[in-house]
Nanobody
Framework: QVQFVESGGGLVQPGGSLRLSCAAS????????LGWYRQAPGKQRELVAR???????SYADSVKGRFTISRDNAKNTVYLQMNSLKTEDTAVYYC????????????WGQGTQVTVSS
């Protein structure tokens, strides 16, 4: 079973930037879709960014234009560049498979905390 280890979270001010990394325990080449999810206290976990084979990316409306997902197959790593951060972006961020926008993985890693606050 593939494991994902997220890192790069922290405390940033509104308008700031942060880059998250996700290291996979296995090759990510075989995965059709990979994505970044987030869950804020009291809110449902949601997929915010997704990348599929071929490099095509897609984003939730809430982060479109501000977040960029990328993957480095050679390093088995997925990244999430977050710019123009808002307080509403505060959440625990997770990396996982993303077969479709409507599906949710069964298991999760520890995630990485992102806190946007003044």
């Amino acid at each position: 079973q593939v494991q994902f280890v997220e890192s790069g979270g922290g405390l940033v001010q509104p308008g700031g930037s942060l880059r998250l990394s996700c290291a996979a325990s296995e090759s990510i080449v075989s995965f059709y879709g990979l994505g970044w999810y987030r869950q804020a206290p009291g809110k449902q976990r949601e997929l915010v960014a997704r990348t599929v084979k071929g490099g095509t990316t897609s984003y939730a409306d809430s982060v479109k234009g501000r977040f960029t997902i990328s993957r480095d197959n050679a390093k088995n790593t997925v990244y999430l560049q977050m710019n123009s951060l808002k307080t509403e972006d505060t959440a625990v961020y997770y990396c996982n498979t993303a077969v479709t926008w409507g599906s949710m993985p069964r298991s999760w890693g520890q995630g990485t905390q992102v806190t946007v606050s003044s």
